[in-house]
Structures are given as C-alpha cells and as structure tokens.
C-alpha cells in the first residue's frame, strides 16, 4: 500500500505550488473484487486495508468518491460505515436502496472555489448486489446534471462503467464538461480521447496517479486538449517526414506531383499539423494530463506511510491465504493486483 504514501506527495507538491487541487476516484476503491467470503478471503485484512484507504484519503483532503461494485465487496452496510469514517463525500446519482427506492448517496456535490464552483456528479455501470438497485446511469446522469448545471462552472462525471456505458455517456452531448473513469482499461489515459468531452482514467491496477491540469481563462468556450493535439501533431509530422524518404530538404509537390491521392493525403496531414498548431495557440481553456508512475522514485509522505505501517500492524498473523485472483504463498506474484 506504499502507492498511498507517494500519491500523497505527488498532491501535497501541488497544494505547495498554491494551485487550487481537487483530488477524487471513481470507484473500486476498497477492494480487488465484487465478492467476499470467509472461505476464500482474508476479511478481516480487507477491513483494515480499507480503514487504511479512508484515514490517508482523509488525510489527502479527498474532494469526492463514487462508489463501484468492488466498493460492497463486503456489502452495503460496512461501506457505510466506512462513509462514515470518511471527510470526503461518496455520491451516486444511480444507486438505490431496493427496500425504499432512496438513493444510497448524495447524487452530486458542488464545490466554490475563489466564486468559480465545480460539481462532481457520480454514477455506476450495472452490477448484482443484494439490497442494491442500479438504475440506467445515462438518463440519471442527465437528470443531475439538467438540476445542477445551472448552479456550476464547470461539471465532472465519476464514473464506474462498462465500455458501452462510457460510448453511450461520450455520445450523450449531455453538456458536462470532464469523464473521469475507472472499470475500464489498466492503462492509463495519455489525453482526453477523441470524443466531444475530455475523459481519462488513471488504470485499474493503482500503479499511476492521473494530474489533469485545467487552466480556464473563458467559461464559454470549450476546452482545449493540448494532449491530444500535440499527439496529432507528431504523428502528422512522422508521416509528412516518412514521405521525404530520407531527404530532409525534399520537395513533397514535386516528389508526388504525378501521384495525385499521395498528394491528397500530404495535404491532409499538412492541414492538421496547420490547424492543431492554430487551435493550441488559440486556445483560452487548456487540459493536459501527465501520467505519475507511483513508484520507488517517488518520495513517500511520512505520515501517511505511518498510517499504513500502523494499520497493516493490525492485520492478525497466521497462515497465508491465497490472494485475489486464487495464487498461492509463494507464487511470485502472490498479492499482486495483475
């Protein structure tokens, strides 16, 4: 759990820097998987492990939480009581209690910082849970955001979704503004995509800490993936070299003058290359990203390296169980989360 202590300091260089740092998750948090039994886990382990979560997110001064289908890995009732242990807010705008049909969490939160105020509106892909209901996330999305937008700057979605739910959210033309996603990919995102809204996750295995950056100078106008664009740029321009076949004083018209589609497709990247380049330098409201490896070359924040030493002492001794995904003791990668 040493990931906690670095992502720690990864924020805290942020706070230093005086920038205004809003730190979330979109679920599967607490545990590796959806299901829990005494016969094949180590429960009262996971319990510690997750009270170890909450008290260094507390620490982290977390802004918000969706809960996804590994979060009741062991039921509803022990995440709220870990909700209850927690200063940041869990929110779902799409789980209900089955018994009442009253949502479980507060749907969305709204923050004001320095008049400028960001909500976070948090939803959940389809999963089986005693007590649970899960109702279809887009239009309850939809339904949040129609309440809320009026009364934000600028809206986030947490989102713990299938990959066709997350097609169907991208497709939505719903009006939020940023897609933070985890139940997808192990990898973690490199820019926002190519969708109308910028969305990325930071992978499922806890190895990488997502830093979105976001400067906005004019409310009204979209954001500006400089990713995403600098990709394009890159990859026009390899293309554009390519064609020069080794020549880097080449003449393109002249080289391809007889070969009229080649010609067709130099342009095309040449008008990419024109207007990515116009669009970065245009822009008023910018979002990059940079993916931080947490690993070893990552300096750990003492106290929360503390919480975690302390918590983990807890953890009673005696024979080891197989892990998550069924390895043995001494399997070499024993405890791993791949």
């Known amino acids: 759990m040493g990931g906690l202590a670095r992502k720690a300091s990864v924020i805290d260089k942020e706070r230093l820097n005086n920038n205004h740092v809003i730190v979330v998750d979109s679920g599967d948090l607490f545990f590796h998987k959806s299901n829990m039994t ?29 809960p996804g289908s590994r979060d009741f890995a062991l039921g509803l009732k022990y995440l709220k009581k870990l ?25 969305y939160k709204i923050e004001n910082y ?27 999305i939809k339904e949040i955001y129609n309440k809320i937008s009026s009364e934000a700057d600028f809206v986030i979605v947490l989102f713990n979704g299938t990959k ?45 800490l997502n830093k979105i950056n976001i400067a906005l100078s004019d409310i009204g106008t979209d954001l500006v993936d400089i990713d995403l664009l600098q990709k394009k740029i890159k990859q026009s321009e390899k293309h ?3 064609k020069k076949l080794g020549d880097p004083n080449a003449n393109l018209d002249e080289m391809y003058k007889d070969k009229p589609k080649i010609l067709d497709t130099i342009n095309d990247h040449r008008d990419i290359v024109r207007i990515s380049n116009t669009k970065i330098n245009n ?13 070893t070359k ?19 001794k005696g024979p080891e169980l197989n892990d998550h995904r069924g390895r043995a003791p001494g399997h070499p990668h024993h405890g791993h989360n791949h």
């Open 38 to 66: 005494f016969e094949k886990d180590n429960i009262e382990a996971a319990k510690i492990k997750s009270e170890i979560i909450v008290d260094c997110n507390n620490k982290m001064n977390y802004n918000a939480f969706t």
């Open 83 to 107: 909700e209850s242990q927690s200063n940041f807010s869990y929110i779902s705008c799409n789980l209900y209690d089955e018994a009442n049909r009253k949502r479980l969490f507060d749907p």
């Open 114 to 140: 320095d008049g400028f105020k960001v909500a976070y509106i948090g939803a959940a892909s389809s999963f089986q849970k005693d007590s649970i209901l899960i109702r279809e996330p887009i239009s309850e």
């Open 164 to 208: 066709p739910d997350m097609d169907r959210l991208s497709k939505s033309e719903i009006g939020f503004d940023l897609i933070l996603r985890s139940g997808g990919s192990s990898r973690a995102s490199e820019n926002g995509g190519n969708g109308t809204t910028p969305l990325y996750e930071a992978g499922n295995k806890g190895k990488y």
């Open 240 to 242: 554009l070299k390519n």
């Open 283 to 295: 822009a008023k409201n910018i979002i990059n990203t940079k993916k931080v490896s947490l690993d």
């Open 298 to 316: 990552v300096d750990s924040k003492a106290d929360i390296l503390f919480i975690v030493d302390e918590g983990m002492a807890k953890i009673p």
